[in-house]
């Protein structure tokens, strides 16, 4: 539902600005290069919209941003007003509370340009299927089409709450499907305000949507947030086998049983010798070779199993050839030459 | 990897490269014989034509100069007979003869029994792919002694057993030792393992002992379904096929095991498996086995009987190559011996003496002329790979130089090479 | 004529370079020359050559032979030189060939080293043991061993490179594929004998592969004597120290123990200067042997009982352990300290210690693909085709730096 009506406000704003054109490089041209509708002078933009300072006076003075409202303060402000804890934002009119630890310097000057590229990171990182992951091409043009309006539903603060639920569920869904760690979406900070929901801490904000969107997978498995047409049911790997010392190597003999201990006349003599066995020797070993040798064979028939292979005989060529192969190991399963 | 004892036995050289069919040792012996009688008759037939050129010019020129290669007994190169070469057989009797010597050689240098039978197989390997004409049994078998002592981890040094092998009437030195060694380990084709029946037997019998003793724990088949039950059943085994069943007290049925049994299937394996070519048909394992059917059926067979199902076809399988395989060695000459009188025993040794001798004095006249002297010949080979190995491009060019003119020189007077050359030498 | 010998195809006598002696030639020549006529019969202009045309076994030597090229020369040691080489069908399929050395000290022939080392080499087939595709001779009757090609150096050079980071999961993985060659070993009766950093070489793909069976020999045998002068010193376990002449596998179990050690330590981990002083650093750590901790010890021929008790040493405590080898965790250090037992029937055996837990806790060993090497990875088996002389790495089959001490007599 919110789905199509949030496709129609997306379209329309987008058609409104850049006129049709490819919306992303518009949106970027239109927020960043096209000189702005609101005119600044570079002396407003160097001056601290909290203390007033300048850079004129203070030429190493920072700005940094909070992505909670993306309002701009200098280093010292920040230092001032949060260095004892979570404080609400001093513009007028935001009073979101922020943290000193979020603040950071802003990449783009325009601060659109910022939050937008915070955004589509946000996005990208849960909706990161690739082609491969689709039967058809333009079953993932479709879903690429789908992220993008998801995407400028964020940016333009149209259902974000919704939106925000259901990347949740989606994120959710997918950490289940590959049975890795839960990967926790999350939503934008600023639009929390936009969506009418008023909370006052970041964190307690997080944790109350985490216990929500837990609710809602645990109460309806098969809503995943998003139906993508097309999507190859992803194959799970097969769990890792417990590692195994012998990689799969292994002597069991078939016609004996090793026992602990054998008795023969001539062997009675010898055991008493405590001289052999303070070295370290071992009678285990001499009775597991013995019956090795027993029966290492048994059922080895030369006549049929050498049959097959000749040794030099007739042409000498062609003999001492084939010898020398066999000599080379060509019986060997290891060596895949072209013997 | 799953591996059982089959599987490792397939994994040896012993399986990979010395296990042949019956034909194919018989083709191989064959085509070795071909091949030394060949060369024999062409070398015997170029020493001499030089022998006699020699002699024109030595009468020519008034010089009674001697032979290199004037020995005081005749052989193949002095004699005037048409050269007799060996045949298959007489080459297998005269490697067995000197196999037999060896074991001798062995036991008088205190190598133990594994040396001496390493030593003899190394020799049987080695006549596979080589002609007693070619090269005497009486040399190689010094070598493959000293090399199966250094294989076996015996190692004597070279001049304590050059010392050791030398009599009053032979000297042997070290260098005569050394010689043919790189012609036996290549023979080999640097195959040293041996795998033998003697430990097998030995295990075998401490199982079934261990069966005896009502301790056995390992697989059966048969239908004395505890070991209590096996133990009883193999106290009643009948003493001959087909026999009666008795009851043995468990010492008698040890004195059976141990002593009417093992005793003689090792000295079965020690003696007349060694001569025999037991060890290029079959497995050790089939050999052990084959070797106490000789000395004691029913408890071949019963055992067999407890470690594979009787009705399975490999059962018949094995039966039947232990049956073959005994065959062979209860016809052999040191295994039939043992069942005579010793009239009959001393008639035999007597007949395979003269045999012997006879083929002594006949390969004389057939040995090899070329291969005589293995020391000068393996100095010989030595000096010519050194002289190639210092091969510098600077050499190399002049040496090519050589070979065009003498090339040149040779084609003048022997015109130039034949094309085809298939006419059977004289 | 059925089966006709190869030099039968060639009449002429064979030019210089060849096999031919010149004295022979020149006599055949000039006796020739002089005649009245050449002999009729075609056998007559056949020269005698040295050694004759080749035996059979000597063709199928020369076809062997024929099979390999050998390339540029990677390392020399007092025993082999080892060159770089590959099929001569296939250039891609690279080997190692090691030439073993004609040692002038020892005056009995083929070396035992090298008999050994093809005798067990032949038999034993198995991912985490070096392969030996061939052996063959030369002319100058030098054996020629082609070996597995080995690229990426071995143990030692790997913690010795300050380089290279790893982490107990790679030294798990490297431990466990030397613990199987091990096993295998004991597991068709062969002591190896001499189990040290630098005789576990490293393949292509990371695979540890135990080489250098020069030292190795069968056992098990009940009453067989052996020589105790064998293993690296770093690496001899005490009963061999003690002179004793009967041991089993458990004596390689010592060195597997001390290498893993090694590993974790990044260092040598018994180090010493004399084999009587290996044994002091022996006791420092495991404790004076005594009759109750090692039955029947006072037997052995070398053995000395301490001169008073307070020359008695007392085994280090596990927190000794912790702290010296933290990388392997407690159960590494448990199985560690179960091969170094000192008494050696209570030292674990190959398979006992495959057995261990330590194998199957955290962390799992790291996949072969993910190991550090000391070359460039997966991509290095390509480079070396590309790779100059000069440049090789530390080839495979490489001769050892410590010298080897072996009493030949009384094996």
Redesign the interface.
């Known amino acids: 539902m919110s789905k199509v009506t949030s496709r129609a406000n997306g379209g329309q704003v987008r058609q409104g600005e850049a006129g049709g054109a490819s919306p992303l490089s518009k949106s970027l041209y239109s927020l960043s290069l096209k000189p702005s509708s609101r005119p600044r002078t570079d002396a407003a933009s160097d001056v601290c919209p909290v203390c007033k300072s300048s850079r004129y006076l203070n030429p190493n003075m920072k700005f940094l941003v909070n992505p909670e409202c993306y309002h701009k303060m200098c280093e010292s402000c920040v230092d001032r007003i949060f260095s004892h804890g979570p404080a609400p934002c001093p513009i007028a009119g935001c009073a979101r509370t922020l943290r000193k630890g979020k603040f950071r310097e802003a990449t783009f000057e325009d601060l659109k340009v910022e939050r937008e590229v915070d955004i589509r990171r946000r996005v990208a990182s849960i909706m990161n299927k690739e082609e491969s992951d689709f039967e058809t091409l333009k079953d993932y043009n479709d879903y690429l089409e789908q992220v993008e309006e998801i995407t400028w539903n964020l940016i333009l603060k149209i259902d974000v709450d919704e939106t925000n639920h259901r990347l949740q569920r989606w994120a959710d869904a997918q950490a289940a499907e590959t049975g890795a760690t839960r990967r926790t979406y999350e939503p934008d900070p600023s639009m929390a305000g936009a969506s009418g929901v008023v909370l006052k801490k970041g964190g307690t904000q997080r944790r109350a949507l985490e216990t929500s969107s837990g609710n809602t997978t645990d109460t309806n498995v098969k809503d995943k947030g998003f139906n993508f047409h097309g999507l190859k049911k992803k194959v799970a790997p097969p769990p890792e086998a417990p590692f195994d010392p012998f990689d799969g190597w292994s002597i069991a003999p078939q016609y004996y049983t090793l026992q602990n201990d054998y008795d023969a006349d001539w062997l009675t003599k010898h055991k008493r010798e405590k001289e052999q066995l303070v070295g370290g020797y071992q009678w285990s070993d001499f009775y597991n070779r013995a019956l090795q040798d027993a029966f290492g064979g048994l059922t080895v028939f030369i006549d049929d199993e050498i049959r097959a292979r000749d040794i030099p005989s007739g042409d000498a060529a062609i003999g001492t050839e084939r010898a020398a192969t066999a000599a080379a190991g060509g019986q060997d399963v290891n060596m895949d030459d072209i013997f | 990897?799953?591996?059982?004892?089959?599987d490792?036995?397939?994994?040896?050289?012993q399986?990979?490269?010395w296990?042949?069919?019956?034909e194919?040792l018989a083709?191989?012996r064959a085509?070795?014989n071909?091949?030394a009688t060949?060369?024999v008759?062409?070398?015997v037939?170029?020493?001499r034509?030089?022998r006699v050129?020699?002699a024109?010019?030595d009468s020519t020129s008034g010089n009674s100069g001697i032979d290199g290669s004037g020995a005081n007994t005749p052989n193949a190169v002095t004699s005037d007979k048409e050269v007799d070469c060996l045949t298959v057989t007489e080459e297998m009797t005269f490697v067995e003869e000197f196999c037999e010597r060896t074991m001798a050689l062995g036991a008088h240098c205190k190598f133990s029994d594994n040396v001496i039978a390493t030593c003899v197989q190394f020799l049987r390997r080695f006549y596979l792919?080589?002609s007693p004409m070619?090269y005497h049994a009486q040399n190689i078998s010094r070598t493959a002694m000293?090399?199966a002592g250094?294989?076996e981890?015996?190692?004597q040094?070279?001049d304590h057993f050059a010392t050791n092998i030398s009599s009053e009437k032979t000297k042997v030195t070290?260098e005569q030792?050394?010689a043919p060694?790189?012609?036996i380990?290549?023979?080999l084709?640097?195959?040293?393992?041996v795998?033998h029946?003697f430990?097998?037997?030995?295990?075998?019998?401490?199982?079934m002992?261990?069966i005896a003793?009502g301790?056995y724990?390992?697989?059966n088949h048969s239908i004395h379904k505890t070991a209590a039950d096996l133990s009883t059943a193999i106290h009643q085994l009948p003493r001959k096929t087909g026999g009666l069943a008795a009851k043995a007290t468990s010492q008698q049925l040890a004195d059976r095991i141990?002593r009417e049994s093992y005793s003689p299937a090792a000295q079965t394996l020690k003696k007349t498996a060694a001569l025999t070519d037991v060890y290029f048909?079959?497995?050790?394992?089939?050999i052990?086995?084959a070797a106490l059917l000789l000395a004691d059926e029913p408890l071949v067979l019963f055992y067999l009987s407890v470690?594979?199902p009787s009705t399975s076809p490999?059962y018949e399988?094995?039966i039947v190559?232990l049956r073959e395989c005994a065959l062979i060695l209860s016809s052999h000459r040191s295994h039939q011996k043992l069942h005579l009188p010793a009239d009959e025993q001393a008639r035999m040794d007597a007949e395979h003496r003269a045999e012997v001798k006879r083929l002594i004095k006949k390969l004389k006249l057939c040995q090899?002329p070329?291969?005589l002297d293995l020391v000068k010949?393996?100095q010989?080979?030595?000096r010519?790979?050194?002289q190639?190995?210092d091969l510098d491009v600077h050499k190399a060019k002049r040496?090519?130089m050589?070979?065009e003119n003498?090339?040149k020189d040779?084609d003048t007077?022997?015109g130039p090479?034949?094309p085809t050359?298939?006419?059977?030498?004289? | 004529m059925g089966v006709s010998s190869p030099a039968a195809l060639s009449p002429r006598p064979k030019p210089p370079g060849s096999h031919l002696a010149v004295p022979d030639r020149a006599k055949a020549l000039s006796g020739l020359s002089r005649a009245a006529k050449p002999p009729a019969s075609a056998p007559i202009t056949r020269t005698p050559i040295d050694g004759g045309e080749a035996d059979m076994a000597e063709q199928m030597n020369d076809a062997l032979r024929s099979q390999f090229v050998s390339g540029a020369r990677l390392g020399e040691g007092t025993y082999a030189i080892v060159y770089a080489g590959h099929y001569r069908h296939d250039p891609t399929k690279l080997v190692a060939i090691k030439k073993i050395k004609l040692n002038a000290d020892f005056k009995d022939g083929i070396a035992m080293d090298a008999i050994r080392e093809i005798k067990y080499l032949s038999e034993l087939s198995h991912p985490n043991i070096i392969k030996l595709h061939a052996v063959f001779s030369t002319k100058d009757q030098n054996l020629s061993l082609v070996l597995e090609h080995l690229p990426l150096g071995d143990l030692e050079g790997l913690w010795k490179n300050k380089s290279i980071t790893y982490s107990s999961a790679d030294i798990k993985a490297w431990s466990n594929m030397l613990c199987q060659a091990i096993w295998f070993c004991h597991a068709n009766h062969v002591l190896h004998r001499d189990i040290k950093g630098n005789n576990l070489l490293i393949a292509a793909d990371n695979t540890v592969k135990l080489a250098d069976f020069g030292l190795a020999r069968s056992f098990a045998d009940p009453g067989a004597k052996m020589t105790s002068n064998v293993i690296t010193r770093f690496y001899r376990p005490p009963e061999l120290l003690y002179g004793c002449l009967h041991y089993a596998g458990n004596a390689d179990m010592w060195s597997v123990g001390c290498v893993i050690a090694e590993l974790a330590l990044r260092q040598f981990f018994l180090p010493s200067e004399t084999d009587l002083q290996q044994l002091s650093v022996i006791i420092d750590v495991f404790g004076t042997p005594s009759e109750e901790s090692w039955p029947g010890v006072g037997s052995l021929r070398y053995y000395q009982p301490p001169p008073n008790r307070s020359a008695v040493k007392l085994p280090q405590p596990l927190s000794w352990w912790r702290g010296r080898l933290p990388l392997l965790g407690d159960d590494g250090i448990d199985m560690v300290r179960g091969m170094l037992a000192m008494d050696p029937q209570k030292r674990l055996t190959a398979e006992q210690a495959l057995q261990h837990r330590y194998w199957t806790s955290a962390p799992r060993p790291t996949k072969k693909e993910n190991l550090p090497n000391e070359g460039g990875g997966m991509k290095k088996e390509g480079e070396d085709l590309k790779r100059k002389g000069g440049e090789t790495p530390a080839g495979a089959g490489r001769v050892d730096k410590v010298a080897r001490k072996l009493d030949f007599g009384g094996m």
């Open positions: 990897m799953k591996l059982n004892e089959d490792l036995y397939r994994t040896s050289t399986f990979r490269q296990s042949f069919t019956a194919q083709a191989q085509k070795t071909l091949q060949e060369r008759k062409l070398n037939a170029r020493q034509a030089q050129q020699a024109e010019l792919y080589n070619t000293f090399l250094k294989s981890s015996e190692h040094s070279l070290p030792i050394l060694e790189y012609l380990v290549q023979a084709r640097f195959n040293f393992d795998k029946p430990r097998a037997l030995k295990g075998g019998v401490l199982d002992m261990s003793n301790k724990e390992g697989p141990m048909l079959y497995t050790p394992s089939q052990w086995l470690k594979m490999v399988k094995v190559a090899d070329d291969k010949l393996n010989a080979q030595k010519d790979a050194v190639g190995s040496r090519k050589d070979r003498f090339q040779s007077f022997w090479e034949l050359y298939g006419a059977k030498p004289a």
